[in-house]
């Protein structure tokens, strides 16, 4: 019943709402959490405009993969939503950019928030979709030190991709900007062999391009008084960016 009523009042049938509850079940919902959830598949699906059963299976890779339960799906779906629309991104292609990247929860620690920062990066680098996915994979696992010339390189610029106290990777934002720093002090040269090095050639155009990206925001705001604005997307008209409070970093977008 609950599900014609849902029809009645989307553009989906009931057909597409049983393949979306189908794919919802599949990933291990029970039916109170199937139904707590599909609402927000289907808002998700409207918005990206794609297919309801994709988008099913958009929400439960990144949720399973990030362990948000299925009351907080519409989450799921605003963060994956916000990132597209305040990047040069689809909602598909970024959905399909974060099931790709998930995994780097479970190995390194990164939160939604962080992939969907990193992911908004990229897709302003010109990377997006699954290609977006597997760059930012690779890109944690450079900075998490590949190889030991990795680590020479990150340590010779005093970059510090692992937080000494919690063990894990630090927000990739924050990497970058304590990378291009550390290569402002640099000869163009050695910025180009450094970035070789740490990201090698597969990923050395996008880490280019984001350095480019931050370098940028960060010359546009330097005149706002006690905010470090600290730009992750790059519109056409405009910057949007995540704030943080000079003093004790609390994130005010």
């Known amino acids: 019943q609950q599900m014609l009523v849902m ?13 979306a509850m189908k794919t919802l079940a599949l990933a291990g919902l029970d039916a109170k959490q199937v139904y707590s959830a599909v609402r927000d598949v289907v808002n998700f699906a409207i918005a990206g405009d794609t297919t309801i059963e994709k988008a099913a299976d958009v929400m439960t890779t990144v949720a399973t993969a990030f362990s ?27 959905g399909e950019a974060f099931k790709t990247a998930s995994v780097i929860n479970s190995q390194y620690g990164v939160t939604l928030e962080d992939t969907a920062i990193g992911l908004s990066l990229l897709a302003n680098a010109g990377t997006q979709g699954t290609s977006a996915g597997t760059a930012l994979k690779n890109m944690y696992a450079d900075l998490a030190g590949r190889t030991p010339k990795v680590e020479k390189a990150l340590k010779d610029l005093g970059v510090n991709a692992i937080d000494p106290l919690t063990g894990k990777m630090r927000v990739q934002k924050d990497v970058f900007v304590d990378l291009m720093r550390a290569l402002a002090e640099r000869t163009p040269e050695a910025q180009s062999k450094y970035l070789r090095v740490i990201f090698s050639e597969r990923g050395e155009k996008e880490a280019m391009q984001i350095l480019k990206n931050l370098r940028k925001a960060l010359a546009t705001y330097a005149a706002l008084s006690g905010i470090a604005m600290i730009c992750v997307l790059d519109f056409a008209a405009r ?7 000079a003093v004790d970093g609390q994130r005010l977008l």
């Open 7 to 19: 029809a009645r009042s989307s553009q989906f049938a009931p057909t597409e709402l049983a393949k």
């Open 68 to 94: 948000i339960a299925a009351e907080n799906y519409a989450y799921v779906g605003d963060t994956i939503s916000v990132a597209a629309a305040e990047s040069k991104s689809s909602v598909e292609s970024m």
């Open 239 to 245: 910057h949007a960016c995540f704030r943080f409070h």
